[in-house]
Every structure is written in C-alpha cells, then in structure tokens.
C-alpha cells in the first residue's frame, strides 16, 4: 500500500459509515469503495428498501475482506416514510448509532413530464424521498455528531439543482433543495470539526434512469447513447477520496461530468 493509501485507511479505520440507498449503484458502490480504501477495516450500516441485496453485499464483503475486521449491518429502510426513519434509529444497537460517516446516497426521480402534467404521486414521492428523507436521516444522527464533535456528511446531488431542465421541474427542484440544505447545514455546524460534502454528478449510468422511465430499460439506456456516461464507482472514488482527507480540508462541492458533457443539456453524442 502507498504512503497516499495507507493515510486514506487510517483516517477511516474502524469508522462506523451509513450509507442509504446502498443496495445498488451509487450507494452499493461507495460500500465497496470504502472497504477497499480501509483494508476492510471499517464498519458499515448500509440501509435500502431490498433487504435480500443488502444480505448478499454483506455476505460479498465479508468473504472479501474475511479476517479484517469488517463489521456489516444491513437494514431495510425506506427513507421516503418518516416514521421508518425514527424507527430505523431508535432500534439501532448503541454502537451503531456513532456514526462517523452518512452518506446521503437515497434517491430517485419518476418520469419526464412536463408542469401540468406531472400526476401528485410522483412529485410526492420525489420529494419524499430526495429532500425529506435526506433531511430526516441528517437530523437523526447530527446530535451525535455535534456531542463527539466530528463527522462527515456527504449529500449526493446533481447537475439538476443547478441546472434545471425541461421534464425535470420536480428532479430539479429537489436537488435544488438539497442543495441549499446542504449549504445552510455547512454554516451552521461550521463551529463544530463536522464536513459536508455535497457532489453533484451529471450523466450516470445506474438504475436511475431506468426507474425514471419506468421500467423501460431501452429508453434508459438511449439517453447515454453516442457517449460514455460516469458510473457508480466513478462517484465513489469521489465519495471516498472526500472522507479520507486531512480533517482541516473540506471537499465542500464537486461538479462531475463525463468527458462528453459540459452542462444539463450540453452532451456532445457525436452528431
């Protein structure tokens, strides 16, 4: 291991780290990531609404990491009902609720209608699980945090929350909210040695955009079509490069695109 990388694993080493929505893309990812980075030294709370994925991550990550002192905790979550998150917490064993790292990785969006024809479930469910949810996990375990006086938030956004675009006016407005939550949170705790982290990606390749256009995996994939989009490890090699700096440096904001594309709507496919 590098001096680089022997700094990054001792800066993380034995942290407890809850990552939502982490039964797939970007958030299944950052688990691996930061198991790599600490030797799989490092404790991991991973929650998601498919229990049986988080199972058989768990079940990956400790045969890879066997005898190196990693500590897996799946727990089926689904952020968007607020009452499962105070549920979530209260149940937690003592130790687990020291967390030291909260990845803010749940997310989604639903369908690309425009204003006027965009049905209620779906702006609902958007906000309910991109902006209060994300809200009510932070506010859960930012009293510990303040108490031991360190942590790192890390809130995943995008692209939309700066800039919107046509059939996103729901998506976009609700990474807009998160990020100035974001903002205002890093002001706030600013008297405290807690991080926020805020990354907003542009085009990744995941499940999200499938869920986006509900199931219909050839649309999904026609959007990244003539170019070569970021994927979920891509983001977590960002995620994991911002929690093993020196605690003097914040990586307080990261714009990420693929080489071909330099805004919302700026992709260059090759025509």
Known sequence: ?????????????????????????????????????????????????????????????????????????????????????????????????????????????????????????????????NVIGLIAITQAFLGQMKSQNCGDIVMLGSIAGRNPYPGGGIYCATKAAVRSFTDTLRKETINKQIRVIEIDPGAVETEFSTVRFRGDTEKAKSVYRGGEPLNAKDIAELITFAVTRRQNTVVAETLVFPANQGGAYHIYRGD
């Open 1 to 129: 291991m590098s001096s680089f990388g022997a700094a990054a694993a001792s800066r993380i080493a034995r942290k407890v780290v809850l990552i939502t929505g982490a039964s797939s893309g970007i958030g299944k990812a950052t688990a691996y990531e930061l198991a790599e980075a600490a030797g799989g030294n490092i404790k991991l709370l991973l929650t998601a609404r498919r229990e049986e994925k988080l199972i058989e991550i768990k079940h990956d990550l400790e045969k890879l990491y066997k005898n190196s002192g990693i500590e897996v905790l799946p727990v089926k979550l689904d952020v968007s009902k607020t009452s499962e998150i105070t549920k979530f917490y209260n149940d937690l064993p003592e130790v687990w609720k020291k967390v030291d790292i909260l990845v803010n990785n749940a997310g989604m969006v639903h369908g690309i209608e425009q204003v006027g024809d965009i049905e209620q479930s779906d702006i609902d469910i958007m906000f309910q699980t």
